[in-house]
T-cell receptor
Framework: GAVVSQHPSWVICKSGTSVKIECRSL??????MFWYRQFPKQSLMLMATSNEGSKATYEQGVEKDKFLINHASLTLSTLTVTSAHPEDSSFYIC???????????FGNGTRLTVT | DAKTTQPPSMDCAEGRAANLPCNHS???????VYWYRQIHSQGPQYIIHGLKNNETNEMASLIITEDRKSSTLILPHATLRDTAVYYCIVRVGSSNTGKLIFGQGTTLQVKP
């Protein structure tokens, strides 16, 4: 089945530093990838839609300069949390889709802790 | 906002069928119903999806009412490993750019 790999699975960083999270589709080409964030005991919240070769579309209330998304190839999208602060600590999850009307497949998430 | 409503929690006895309901009364004609589940601290796992016909795969069955305003996910023989949060989602848009907006889901507890 379709596999989406996310790296790293967890990261601890100091306040003010930037963190990059990678999302790869391993056995299919993904023209579209999605980035979600999940706080404890809450549901997933969509942050942005990432399209290969174009600028990402951000959901309302998500700062595009804070969460930089790059989708440079059909198998890789990256999310960079810039100048991270403790309130950015969360579980970040990516998903990818290949063909039209096929399911989105999710990575196993990245737990970010900002100290 | 999510276009679906689900009960917050349900219990099921191990070995019995788990029937998880979902209401999506504002669904549009070309919108699919998707089901995912999330086990603690993992990414959501795809279960099944459908448009208007009932669907079955190796994991579950999906029953969609004729008016498409509600659906039921059926896990035929629940095991302890099926304990998870189950999300019923109406996918916005019919192309491969259609996004999934998650609601609060149903926490299914399978008990021995």
């Amino acid at each position: 089945g379709a596999v989406v790999s996310q790296h790293p699975s967890w990261v601890i960083c100091k306040s003010g530093t930037s963190v990059k999270i990678e999302c790869r589709s391993l056995d299919f080409q993904a023209t579209t990838m999605f980035w979600y964030r999940q706080f404890p005991k809450q549901s997933l919240m969509l942050m942005a839609t990432s399209n290969e070769g174009s600028k990402a579309t951000y959901e309302q209330g998500v700062e595009k300069d804070k969460f930089l998304i790059n989708h440079a190839s059909l198998t890789l999208s990256t999310l960079t949390v810039t100048s991270a602060h403790p309130e950015d600590s969360s579980f970040y999850i990516c998903s990818a889709v290949g063909q039209a009307n096929s399911p989105l497949h999710f990575g196993n998430g990245t737990r970010l802790t900002v100290t | 906002d999510a276009k679906t409503t689900q009960p917050p929690s349900m219990d099921c006895a191990e070995g019995r069928a788990a029937n998880l309901p979902c209401n999506h009364s504002t669904i549009s004609g070309n919108e699919y119903v998707y089901w995912y589940r999330q086990i603690h601290s993992q990414g959501p796992q795809y279960i099944i999806h459908g448009l208007k016909n009932n669907e079955t795969n190796e994991m579950a069955s999906l029953i969609i009412t004729e008016d498409r305003k509600s659906s039921t996910l059926i896990l035929p023989h629940a095991t302890l490993r099926d304990t998870a949060v189950y999300y019923c989602i109406v996918r916005v848009g019919s192309s491969n750019t259609g996004k999934l907006i998650f609601g609060q889901g149903t926490t299914l507890q399978v008990k021995p």
